[in-house]
């Protein structure tokens, strides 16, 4: 492991998200701000980085991503349909059981990974996984949670349909960017100098952005760190997610660089949207926060740690 290497790939994530969380802490941004830099990352220079990125990522490299597509799906949003119902069994109430299940399936890796992946894993294979994962949980992982939150949050009879919610999670930029550039890369497409130097900007900026405004989002919310449920969740997503990732690709003998990368990423924090997720029901704030903040700090720990044991994959 080069410990240099994986030091300045750990560290700007850890000052710009701590940066951001002071800024917030001393109210150098109101809310409406705050909401302003995660539209800003969310809807604008994260797509437009990740549409470059697919965009030039090996048309071969691209066509070998279909086992890795399934791990995802799997280890992301089965995990998150796993979770909900072992909760709902539970008699966890359906609001509760969503946010809790979403929390700890759910993956940072669409905004760290083009900080700490790229350095690692060189460009093709960073990008290709921080893209395929943004597809995989914004498409069949965020589009069933906004269904469950919507569903417990209504009556009976006012339950979201289906295919809505699911075409509405499909015009998220975070999910047709990356499909977009993956259709260039499949038909051996360049984009044009003049759109690549167009978005440059915006892409250059979306790993910084992402991790200053989740430091924001991070300290508009009272932070519980001493809940069971808090310490569990933390421990499900930062432990046993990896632990099931690490079980599927060496089941699957899938000792690529890619699955490595793959690999790598599940050991990160639980995303923004869960916070956010939060806050729009009016439910669960303080936990869900202190899941992140655990998670991120957690991942000081758990990333060097699948490093180090991605030689026995």
């Not at 259709?183 to 044009?192: E, G, K, T, V, Y």
């Not at 952005?209 to 919310?221: D, E, K, N, P, R």
């Not at 639980?270 to 729009?280: C, D, M």
């Amino acid at each position: 492991m080069n410990i240099q290497l994986l030091l300045s790939a750990m560290i700007p994530v850890v000052f710009v998200l701590a940066l951001g969380y002071a800024a917030g802490r001393h109210h150098s941004f109101d809310d409406d701000q705050r909401k302003g830099f995660s539209s800003l990352a969310l809807q604008y220079a994260l797509p437009a980085s990740l549409f470059l990125a697919m965009a030039n990522v090996d048309r071969r490299l691209l066509l070998q991503q279909g086992p890795i597509a399934v791990v995802m799906l799997i280890g992301y949003s089965g995990l998150f349909l796993l979770g909900y119902w072992i909760l709902r069994v539970m008699r966890v109430g359906k609001l509760k059981a969503t946010l809790y299940s979403y929390t700890v399936s759910s993956t940072a890796v669409p905004i760290y990974g083009l900080t700490v992946l790229v350095p690692i894993y060189g460009s093709q294979i960073g990008s290709g996984v921080v893209g395929l994962a943004a597809l995989v949980t914004n498409l069949a992982q965020v589009s069933v949670a906004i269904y469950l939150l919507e569903a417990s949050a209504s009556n009976s009879d006012e339950h979201p349909s289906v295919w809505r919610t699911v075409g509405r999670s499909a015009l998220n930029p975070l999910v047709w960017a990356p499909v977009l550039g993956a259709i260039f890369a499949l038909l051996s497409w360049q984009p044009s100098s003049l759109v690549a130097a167009g978005l440059a900007p915006l892409a250059v900026s979306a790993a910084g952005v992402a991790i200053f405004a989740s430091g924001l989002v991070l300290s508009a919310y009272p932070v519980k760190l001493t809940s069971f449920s808090v310490i569990c969740s933390a421990l499900v997503c930062i432990v046993l997610k990896p632990a099931l990732f690490f079980g599927m690709i060496r089941g699957g003998h899938m000792a690529t660089k890619l699955a490595t990368a793959t690999f790598v990423g599940s050991a990160m924090p639980t995303s923004t949207p869960s916070v956010l997720f939060a806050q729009q029901y009016d439910a669960c704030e303080a936990e869900m926060a202190g899941i992140m903040l655990l998670t991120t700090v957690g991942m000081l720990v758990t990333v060097p740690t699948t490093i180090a044991m991605s030689p026995f994959l």
